[in-house]
């Protein structure tokens, strides 16, 4: 006799609507558009490079000198940068949706990026100089300091309401800004010019030092929050069930709540304020039925990183010779996308 | 922490003088029971009796402000969170989930107590879910969303869970809530055929007197009766907890069947009659239904 369990075919289990695929090749489609992001980001800019000859490039074979210069030091960095920013905060935003049971969690709605950006802010101005080290500790010290507002205001049971929980997430960002733009404002104008760029996010300044610290530390806290994945889900039942299962419920918040923090900090000190990836990401990823954290960590972080590569490839191209901030086309379709889901929600 | 050494005879909970009060309000008042394993308990009592209350404090939610709740002969606060969980499930009024998990990750979370914070389900863990769900005869389920199950299926899974969570308690707030009569009697012949104890608040009377062992009674934070059925479902009792009329008879079955209705001297009897019937009496009484919904 044939077990009634022969009729399901295991893979299906993880909530997936697709069928018939496993994990694996759940994740080989958004892989190979990776790759490919990466090569042809790594082409375009105000000098077209064709696909063929960055190929050469990467693998030290370049035509010119004049070429490899280009993709190998200019945009190899800043792909490579915007690849790790995107993925690190895709991840952070679904870190913080699962473990606040709160589909609206982003760490820009959540305060994250202007607690992070005030941080920065204060240790440019203050001309503290402590190397890099010193930038990422305070961008992570100002982060941790909006995560605590805004959770000790929405305290409890009421972040569950999703209006608390962002209502109290921007008044905190709100707050934090005005301290940014008061210490911009008494600070000397060319650091304010400076700082201005870079709070409305880029990537342009990427170097190797840049990119080690985000990628080091976007790669290791997505490990961490991978490892804690059935326990961040757990928080999905609702508090009241998830600690009647044996989950120590405030322990796994802290711990993701800090980790999303430090990672956003880390990403924020760098890029600069790059609004709405955690938002819109994985939700795009939930409507394909991946929920819980063992599908949508994966993805979210590929499809995470292709996002904003190409935001940054349009960044560079759409005006000639002129950047356009990551953050203004980020904030621009997230604040779109978020009267989307609001719209949807009502209906 | 289970010790196979505990006697038949050792009470699953222990209550001793437990009072609880919330914002100056006295919820629970001094209660004191002894409940027996592998038996069905139902706590029965009127809208804010305090039922939800005693079955929180015997799962050591709340920290009562005197007395003591023991478990297996163990202070239930003293127990580890997961510890705690491997031996007693608590199912909530059904929980709405804001993300569309699927039965089959609802059912797999009653694997949690035996992970520790880094590690996660395995193989052998997939396979107790899908036994557990095929108990529940919700194997063509599996993979839907959690949420758009029917209220009996949701019971039914979280039921599943706490068979897979390898619980040997369950306790169970108002579980009858919202579903059709079917249902109810499908979810109460399940927990009768459950291999361990159950305690559940209920409101339907009727029921309780069908599928419970054992009944307390409370009002007003304290506990009116407790035993069985048939001493615990008399008319008086019921009529002043309840402030109704009641008339008990006996079923087919032999358990107590309750009749109910206003009494004719309550204020509520005092206004117009909406219909022309005759003086209700004893003898005519309708029977009423009770209504889950609060």
Request: proline content about 4%.
């Amino acid at each position: 006799m044939t077990s009634p369990f022969n009729k399901y075919d295991a893979s299906n289990l993880d909530g997936s609507k697709s069928k018939n695929s496993n994990k694996v090749q759940k994740l080989l489609l958004p892989l190979l558009l990776l790759l490919i992001s990466v090569t042809l980001a790594l082409g375009l800019g105000s000098v077209y490079i064709p696909f063929s000859e960055v190929l050469y490039c990467l693998t030290e074979q370049c035509s010119s000198p004049i070429n490899s210069m280009i993709v190998q030091d200019i945009r190899l960095p800043r792909v490579l940068l915007a690849l790790f920013a995107g993925a690190g905060l895709a991840v952070a935003g679904a870190v913080l949706q699962n473990s606040t049971n709160n589909s609206l969690a982003d760490p820009y709605l959540f305060g994250i990026v202007s607690g992070a950006g005030l941080g920065a802010i204060l240790y440019n101005v203050l001309n503290i100089q402590l190397g890099t080290i010193g930038m990422s500790l305070f961008a992570f010290l100002g982060a941790l300091l909006s995560v605590t507002l805004v959770m000790s205001v929405a305290i409890s049971k009421a972040y569950k309401k999703t209006e608390t929980l962002i209502l109290t997430g921007v008044a905190v960002s709100f707050m934090l800004a005005a301290a940014s733009q008061f210490l911009l404002y008494v600070s000397e104008p060319m650091a304010a010019n400076r700082i201005i760029f870079w709070l409305m996010g880029s990537v342009a300044f990427a170097n190797a030092e840049s990119v080690t610290w985000v990628s080091t530390t976007v790669i290791t806290s997505s490990i961490v929050l991978w490892l804690l994945r059935d326990n961040i889900d757990a928080l999905l039942l609702g508090d009241e069930q998830a600690k009647s299962l044996g989950v120590n419920v405030d322990l796994v918040r802290i711990l993701a709540l800090l980790i999303t923090s430090a990672m956003t900090a880390i990403i924020v000190a760098f890029c600069g304020g790059i609004g709405f990836v955690g938002l819109m990401i994985p939700h795009i990823i939930r409507w394909f039925g991946f929920v819980k954290m063992r599908q949508l960590l994966p993805m979210v972080f590929v499809v995470g990183a292709v996002f904003l590569i190409w935001v940054d490839v349009i960044a560079r191209v759409s005006i000639p010779n002129q950047e356009i901030p990551l953050g203004v086309i980020t904030s621009a379709c997230g604040s779109l996308f978020f009267l989307l889901i609001l719209k949807r929600r009502v209906s | 922490m289970f010790d196979k050494s505990i006697l038949p005879t050792t009470p699953l909970f222990k209550l001793n003088g437990v009072c609880w009060n919330l914002a100056s309000k006295d919820i629970l008042k001094n209660i004191s029971l002894s409940l027996p394993r592998n038996k069905i308990i139902g706590i029965i009592g009127p809208n804010g009796a305090g039922k939800s209350s005693l079955l929180k404090a015997m799962h050591g939610q709340i920290k009562t402000s005197q007395g003591t709740v023991d478990f297996n002969d163990q202070p239930i606060l003293q127990y580890g969170l997961k510890d705690k969980a491997k031996q007693i499930a608590f199912i909530e009024q059904l929980p709405e989930l804001t993300f569309d998990l699927s039965v089959y990750d609802a059912v797999l979370a009653g694997r949690l107590p035996y992970q520790g914070l880094f590690s996660f389900s395995n193989s052998s863990d997939k396979n107790r879910v899908l036994s557990a769900l095929e108990k529940m005869e919700l194997l063509d389920k599996v993979s839907q969303p959690f949420n758009t199950l029917s209220g009996g299926e949701q019971q039914r899974a979280l039921i599943a869970r706490s068979l897979v969570q390898g619980a040997t308690t369950l306790l169970l707030d108002e579980p009858t809530n919202h579903l059709d009569i079917r249902h109810q009697l499908e979810l109460m012949q399940t927990l009768q055929e459950f291999d361990g104890s159950v305690i559940m608040t209920i409101h339907d009377l009727n029921m309780a007197s069908h599928y419970c062992d054992y009944l307390i009674l409370i009002n007003e934070g304290e506990v009116v009766k407790y035993g069985e059925p048939k001493e615990v479902l008399n008319a008086e009792l019921i009529s002043t907890t309840y402030k109704v009329e009641t008339v008990v008879k006996e079923s087919s079955l032999g358990t107590p069947y309750l009749y109910f209705c206003l009494a004719e001297s309550d204020p509520i009897n005092s206004a117009e009659p909406i219909n022309s019937a005759e003086p209700i009496n004893s003898a005519s009484l309708l029977t009423l239904q009770s209504n889950n919904n609060d």
